[in-house]
């Protein structure tokens, strides 16, 4: 008497289902909300030709439903066809409705793989399916889903779809009775089978399995045959890989569980990538008969490990290189530890960690990892991944200006580069560039100046003749100390050069006073100049006309009407950020008539 209970085939079937219509919309609703808001879906729609004409357009159904634009009401197929339609950005690699490669896994490609799984299923002339196939199309969608919520993450969107896939996939039927879910396997899936006439009088022969396997677990064909006598044929497996076709040996390790009738393919990798087929044939009469199967293109699933974090800390204790594995499939079976290209001693107190439940290996002697390579890789049945890191003592180089000018700020700069990160830095400066002494950074002179190990940087404020030194930088990290080039600050500049003479003129009683300043080209600007008369600065746009202004154009200095008042010692000062230079001497004498007379400063 039949069972009445669900059998682990239509419990795979009802989950496959469930997840058709539960969590397959979930990202595809999110996709659509990112790429368009729903108060612009109808404008959209209404621009695309598409979707609003021709044997694809949208039915009435669907138009209603993107006019009330609620996307939790869309479903797989009405998404696809929006995102398809209204998206271009996204999409696949190989274009929609194109049959994807394996390492095809942007966006569009995953939207793609969606709409595959669910025609899979929709064309299924069965309400059951075998653990193997069921245990394989999961993985399958359990990876694009994976990704799909990692991609969306990134954009703002939080709807956990792995949680709501795992939920289905831990449902517990129980003794559920078939009758419950009867109507449901009905709706869901036609129940006739295709069966092949016993009575055919040809021979032939067909393969099935499952065409996708998770890396590093086996994949089984069987071959099924009719109306062969074996005692005449025998049947044999090959496989094809473009225009190569090769014989399988099913003897070998590879295939160790394989009959003439079976092929098992242990611990499939991505060489395993093949067309399997097998072929039943018979020599009769000097005539070799072949008769071929249908072919399998086996596609396995899994990615290479990758590391998600891959960094170094120090503490007193030591070391650390802290590490983590993104968790895909398949399983890491083995973390291996090397230095300098040597495995890892365990068993020495030097190192803790390292093993496939950490998540760190520390180096308790710093030491032991001056001038040493450390590397981790990682192993699963699609490959291996390393990561490595070098440690050393840091190394530093400091570098400024060729040149700097008396008064103005200088800024040394630093790169230092550092594994294990530095511990600390400090600036120092000598006179011969043989003695060094600390520099104190907290000096208002070297405000702006800081000693982040990673950057430090000093920064002189207005430099004088006195800060013309030699300038380096101290580093050090857990393995050691490192002292960097030097650079020797070159101060340039100098003071003013002022020349004078005079121009009188009798018509007008007015008397220039002729004034000459200039800097040579290595040198700072003029910030100010003036005239004094014996002593006393002499403001010449205050005087009411009776001189003609001065100023950094017009140096030399005109006095208008010149009367005994005018008569004293007249001298031009100029000034810049290294100093100031006074010109010579010029005595105005007043009589009938008024002499000058230039006094240099030597007498």
Same mark, same amino acid.
């Not at 339609?85 to 942007?106: A, F, V």
């Given at each position: 008497?039949?069972?009445?209970?669900?059998?682990?085939?239509?419990?795979?079937?009802?989950?496959?289902?469930? @997840?058709?219509?539960?969590?397959?919309?979930?990202?595809?609703?999110?996709?659509?909300?990112?790429?368009?808001?729903?108060? /612009?879906?109808?404008?959209?729609?209404?621009?695309?030709?598409?979707?609003?004409?021709?044997?694809?357009?949208?039915?009435?159904?669907?138009?209603?439903?993107?006019?009330?634009?609620?996307?939790?009401?869309?479903?797989?197929?009405?998404?696809?066809?929006? !995102?398809?339609?209204?998206?271009?950005?996204?999409?696949?690699?190989?274009?929609?409705?194109?049959?994807?490669?394996?390492?095809?896994?942007?966006?569009? $490609?995953?939207?793609?793989?969606?709409?595959?799984?669910?025609?899979?299923?929709?064309?299924?002339?069965?309400?059951?399916?075998?653990?193997?196939?069921?245990?394989? &199309? %999961?993985?399958?969608?359990? #990876?694009?889903?994976?990704?799909?919520?990692?991609?969306?993450?990134?954009?703002?969107?939080?709807?956990?779809?792995?949680?709501?896939? &795992?939920?289905?996939?831990?449902?517990?039927?129980?003794?559920?009775?078939?009758?419950?879910?009867?109507?449901?396997?009905?709706?869901?899936?036609?129940?006739?089978?295709?069966?092949?006439?016993?009575? &055919?009088?040809?021979?032939?022969?067909? #393969?099935?399995?499952?065409?996708?396997?998770?890396?590093?677990?086996?994949?089984?064909?069987?071959?099924?045959?009719?109306?062969?006598?074996?005692?005449?044929?025998?049947?044999?497996?090959?496989?094809?890989?473009?225009?190569?076709?090769?014989?399988?040996?099913?003897?070998?390790?590879?295939?160790?569980?394989?009959?003439?009738?079976?092929?098992? #393919?242990?611990?499939?990798?991505?060489?395993?990538?093949?067309?399997?087929?097998?072929?039943?044939?018979?020599?009769?009469? +000097?005539?070799?008969?072949?008769?071929?199967?249908?072919?399998?293109?086996?596609?396995?699933?899994?990615?290479?490990? =990758?590391?998600?974090?891959?960094?170094?800390?120090?503490?007193? $204790?030591?070391?650390? !290189?802290?590490?983590?594995?993104?968790?895909?499939?398949?399983?890491?079976?083995?973390?291996?530890?090397?230095?300098?290209?040597?495995?890892?001693?365990?068993?020495?107190?030097?190192?803790?960690?390292?093993?496939?439940? $950490?998540?760190?290996?520390?180096?308790? =002697?710093?030491?032991?990892?001056?001038?040493?390579?450390?590397?981790?890789?990682?192993?699963?049945?699609? +490959?291996?991944?390393?990561?490595?890191?070098?440690?050393?003592?840091?190394?530093?180089?400091?570098?400024?200006?060729?040149?700097?000018?008396?008064?103005?700020?200088?800024?040394?700069?630093?790169?230092?580069?550092?594994?294990?990160?530095?511990?600390?830095?400090?600036?120092?400066?000598? #006179?011969?560039?043989?003695?060094?002494? $600390?520099?104190?950074? &907290?000096?208002?002179?070297?405000?702006?100046?800081?000693?982040?190990?990673?950057?430090?940087?000093?920064?002189?404020?207005?430099?004088?003749?006195?800060?013309?030194?030699?300038?380096?930088?101290?580093? %050090?990290?857990?393995?050691?100390?490192?002292?960097? /080039?030097?650079?020797?600050?070159?101060? !340039?500049?100098?003071?003013?050069?002022?020349?004078?003479?005079?121009?009188?003129?009798?018509? *007008?009683?007015?008397?220039?006073? *002729?004034?000459?300043?200039?800097?040579?080209?290595?040198?700072?600007?003029?910030?100010?100049?003036?005239?004094?008369?014996?002593?006393?600065?002499?403001?010449?746009?205050?005087?009411?006309?009776?001189?003609?202004?001065? +100023?950094?154009? *017009?140096?030399?200095?005109?006095?208008?009407?010149?009367?005994?008042?005018?008569?004293?010692?007249?001298?031009?000062? @100029?000034?810049?950020?290294? +100093?100031?230079?006074?010109?010579?001497?010029?005595?105005?004498?007043?009589? /009938?008539?008024?002499? !000058?007379?230039?006094?240099?400063?030597?007498?």
């Amino acid at each position: 008497m039949a069972s009445n209970l669900l059998t682990k085939e239509e419990q795979n079937f009802i989950r496959f289902v469930k @997840a058709r219509d539960d969590v397959m919309p979930l990202p595809l609703r999110d996709i659509l909300h990112w790429q368009i808001k729903p108060k /612009n879906l109808h404008q959209k729609i209404q621009s695309c030709l598409a979707l609003t004409n021709g044997e694809k357009k949208l039915d009435s159904y669907q138009m209603k439903q993107t006019k009330l634009a609620n996307y939790n009401n869309f479903d797989v197929t009405l998404l696809y066809k929006l !995102i398809r339609n209204l998206c271009p950005g996204l999409k696949p690699t190989q274009g929609w409705g194109i049959k994807l490669n394996y390492n095809d896994t942007t966006i569009g $490609d995953d939207i793609e793989r969606i709409r595959v799984i669910r025609n899979e299923l929709g064309h299924s002339k069965s309400s059951k399916i075998p653990d193997s196939e069921f245990t394989n &199309r %999961w993985i399958e969608f359990k #990876i694009v889903i994976e990704r799909l919520q990692k991609a969306m993450s990134k954009n703002g969107y939080n709807t956990d779809y792995k949680e709501n896939l &795992r939920e289905i996939e831990e449902l517990d039927f129980g003794d559920e009775p078939r009758e419950k879910y009867k109507k449901f396997l009905l709706f869901e899936c036609a129940f006739d089978h295709l069966q092949l006439s016993n009575d &055919r009088e040809e021979a032939g022969v067909s #393969i099935g399995g499952s065409e996708i396997a998770m890396c590093g677990e086996n994949a089984v064909f069987k071959a099924e045959v009719t109306n062969v006598d074996p005692s005449f044929w025998s049947l044999t497996w090959q496989k094809t890989r473009e225009h190569v076709t090769e014989s399988i040996n099913i003897n070998k390790e590879k295939y160790r569980g394989s009959t003439d009738r079976k092929l098992v #393919i242990t611990s499939v990798s991505k060489e395993d990538e093949w067309k399997y087929q097998a072929v039943l044939s018979r020599n009769t009469n +000097g005539y070799n008969q072949k008769i071929p199967s249908n072919e399998i293109l086996l596609q396995t699933l899994g990615v290479k490990p =990758s590391f998600d974090v891959w960094n170094v800390t120090t503490d007193m $204790d030591g070391i650390t !290189i802290h590490y983590a594995v993104e968790d895909m499939p398949p399983k890491i079976y083995n973390t291996e530890w090397t230095r300098n290209g040597k495995i890892l001693d365990f068993e020495n107190s030097k190192y803790v960690g390292g093993s496939l439940k $950490d998540t760190f290996l520390k180096i308790t =002697s710093p030491s032991e990892a001056n001038g040493a390579k450390y590397c981790c890789t990682v192993t699963n049945a699609v +490959g291996s991944t390393s990561k490595d890191v070098t440690f050393d003592i840091p190394t530093a180089e400091i570098s400024t200006e060729p040149q700097s000018y008396y008064g103005s700020c200088v800024l040394i700069s630093s790169k230092v580069v550092s594994c294990p990160a530095p511990d600390g830095a400090q600036w120092q400066k000598s #006179i011969d560039g043989h003695t060094f002494h $600390d520099i104190d950074i &907290r000096e208002a002179k070297y405000y702006g100046s800081n000693l982040d190990p990673e950057s430090p940087s000093l920064e002189i404020k207005t430099i004088s003749f006195v800060d013309k030194q030699y300038y380096q930088l101290f580093v %050090w990290n857990k393995i050691g100390e490192h002292v960097s /080039n030097k650079i020797f600050l070159n101060v !340039i500049g100098s003071k003013p050069n002022v020349t004078i003479c005079h121009k009188t003129c009798m018509k *007008n009683h007015s008397v220039t006073l *002729n004034g000459t300043v200039f800097v040579y080209e290595d040198c700072l600007d003029i910030q100010n100049l003036f005239w004094s008369k014996n002593g006393q600065n002499l403001e010449s746009h205050k005087s009411g006309g009776k001189y003609l202004e001065v +100023g950094m154009d *017009n140096p030399s200095l005109t006095i208008f009407d010149v009367n005994q008042h005018d008569a004293g010692s007249y001298q031009l000062t @100029a000034t810049n950020a290294v +100093g100031s230079t006074q010109s010579n001497i010029i005595v105005l004498g007043i009589t /009938n008539t008024f002499f !000058i007379h230039t006094i240099n400063h030597h007498e």
